[in-house]
């Protein structure tokens, strides 16, 4: 294995001093153009990668963002994702991707160790923390920005779909549709959208002159499997209900698989509703019909917004993002 090229390799094959480099390297005044150009021949020459350790040392900074997820299995934040990634690629960052599962304490553990690491700036994905534990993990960083996490006492900027919008774009579409028994698959009750779809359905339904029971709303981890059973219990429960909105579209493919093996048709017997519009979502039979959620703009903007931060810009800001009805066979 050939050995690493150091700065202390092109002072020498330049004829310069460590310091002299160094100074070509970022850029700093004090040498002239001729010896400028020859260090960076040299640097091409050898074939010389800058140490981003090194240079962070200098800099104050490291080059790094992190992105936290709760689900990196989830198609909504690799969407989500891909925005950040490809705004940082555009600004020569690298990601740090990191996956809590749904689980706070993990959350809260992987932001300690991203605060150690100095990152230059964070970007927190659906945070699943208490008001208290999340006002003292940001603490640690200096850029930030929550993205689906409305966030009252911190100067992070925010990027939040319109979570209640779509919830009631679900409603009204079903109510001209003639259903009037709607249930709610709500996804975790830790879950900012999540509150906020809640909110949205319970409003529509108040505003159209209707009543709903506590007991049509039924929580649920954001996956098929457990939102497969909590749909079925609810269903048991409450054979009366007409359609079912859904926290996103991975609960609505469990609702999908509940009604197969309960025998109901769908959307004959019951309409159902997703909300994310994941490419999944138009994928299954019957196809979702669903709330699209602007992913990969979510994850730009914040993105961005983190890199202004980063260069100094720290005034606070929140962003919502519109969202929009796809009306597809699931509930047509």
Known sequence: MSRRVTMADVAREAGVSLMTVS??????????????????????????????????LVTKRTGTIGLVVP????????????????????NNYSVFLCNTEEDPEREKAVLH????????????????????????????????????RLFTSSSATMVLAHDEQGARLAIQHLL?????????????????????????????????????????????????????????ELLTRHPELTALVCFNDLVAVGALKACRNLGIAVPKDLAIVGFDDIPLASLVTPALTTIHVQRYEMGRLAGETLMRQIKGEKERSVHLLPVTLMIRDSAP
Not at 71 to 90: C, I, K, L, W
Not at 118 to 126: E, N, P, T
Not at 193 to 221: F, K, N
């Open 23 to 56: 100074r070509a390297l970022n850029d700093k005044d004090g040498i002239s153009d001729a010896t400028r150009e020859r260090i960076q021949e040299v640097i091409v020459r050898l074939g010389y990668r800058p140490s981003s350790i090194a240079r962070g």
């Open 176 to 232: 001209e549709r003639g259903h009037r028994l709607i249930g709610n698959l709500a996804g975790p009750e830790r879950s900012y959208g999540g509150l906020m779809r809640v909110q949205g359905y319970a409003g529509a339904l108040y505003d159209a002159g209707l009543s709903y029971e506590p007991d049509w709303i039924q929580h649920c981890a954001p996956t098929v499997d457990a939102s497969q059973q909590a749909a079925a």
């Open 113 to 148: 160790s991203l605060a150690e690491k100095y990152i230059d700036g964070l970007v927190l994905c659906s945070s699943r923390l208490t008001e208290e534990d999340l006002r003292d993990c940001l603490k640690d960083f200096s850029a930030q920005v929550l993205l689906n």
């Open 71 to 90: 689900d990196n299995s989830n198609p909504y934040f690799s969407e989500v994702a891909r925005g950040v990634e490809h705004t940082a690629y555009a």
